[in-house]
């Protein structure tokens, strides 16, 4: 077998593009609408393109006969987050406490993270859903105990997720994500799972969806102040 056929790297405009690449393209978008390059219509089409690209060559078809299209961004230095908080940054005590015994319970929806979360589920579940929420601080700790139970933590896909813990005849799962905003909130999942399970991981699909209506609202912004209401 040829090894070297298999680990050729691959060419750039292959990558899969992220919700990052498409951002910085649906910006480029807006300001050419804003510049008069291109009509509305012409945005409105090449927008609902980029929510469907799937790799960045695909993304720089709808830029590459615009100026700004050429101009390629630094590449942001990336500073690697800590696997720990910062000492003394999160209280001991917790902001709030969700707590299920032979029962479910749930945090979700739009809501304020705070600063820490204790999660204890004993012969039951929790669910705490972070993809809506509001993150009032950078840093925040969830502590999860299962016993016999199971805690399910889902986090917006473009933070940064860390864990530290263990299992007991259990099972502790935290997945890594790492976000290109150095000022993006970090979650911090600390805990244990005797005969349970602890998991921990990003929620995909909302960013995508998000693209438009965030790119509508400056449009809509740009169009209003240019018509003098």
Known sequence: MDL???TAP??????????????????????ALAEGRLTADEHAERVDGVLHAKTVGELEVFIRDLPAGHHRPAAPA??????????????????????AVFSSAMRRGRWRAGRRLHAYAVFGSVEIDLSEAIFEYQQVVIKAVSVFGDVQIRVPE???LRGTGG?????????PLDSVDSDAPVVYVDGWAVLGNVEARPKRGRRVADILERVQD????????????
């Open 4 to 6: 070297q056929k298999h």
């Open 10 to 31: 691959t060419p750039a405009t292959e990558l899969r593009a992220s919700d990052a690449d498409r951002d910085r393209v649906a910006d480029i978008l807006r300001e």
């Open 78 to 99: 990336y500073t690697p987050v800590p696997p720990r908080p910062t000492p003394g940054a999160i209280p001991v005590e917790a902001d709030a406490n969700v707590v």
């Open 158 to 160: 473009n933070i940064s």
């Open 167 to 175: 299992g007991v005849l259990g099972n502790f799962e935290v997945s």
């Open 218 to 229: 400056k449009v809509d912004r740009k169009l209003r102040k240019h018509l003098g209401h």
